[in-house]
């Protein structure tokens, strides 16, 4: 239900549920210079494999750019292009605040306080439950 909700909220925009967290991702300020495939599928919870083909479909459209990384020319970066930053903030961002309004709707304060809660206890669990999916690239830039 999320993910055909969410596609459908942004459909207008040719964005999936998946590129959505992907180029949300992009958008932080920790990885604005760019990020390692393998953290940036360490912080999202996927595999590289899936992480590859959702970065050469949004590479396809012009939102993303591989970059050589400064500190070590063999390694390539993701980052955001100028049209992927546009698109993020000019039309994305209203459009998933509108969305979570409405799914939102009918919530107290207090009742999203605890859902958060709830939501990052799971987390944790899930993280119990597969140490290997959350890293310590992925933990950094969350605090950031």
Known sequence: ???KTGTRALDKHRVTTQQWAVLGALSRPAFEKGVAVGDLAAFLLVSRQNLAGLLSRLEAQGLVE????ANDNRSRLIRLTETGKALWQVDMQPAIAAYYADALQ???TDDRIHLIHYLDKMLKNFKAID???GDEAADKAAAE
């Open 106 to 108: 009918g919530f107290s």
């Open 1 to 3: 239900m999320l993910h």
């Open 66 to 69: 591989k970059a050589v990384d």
């Open 131 to 133: 140490p290997d999916a």
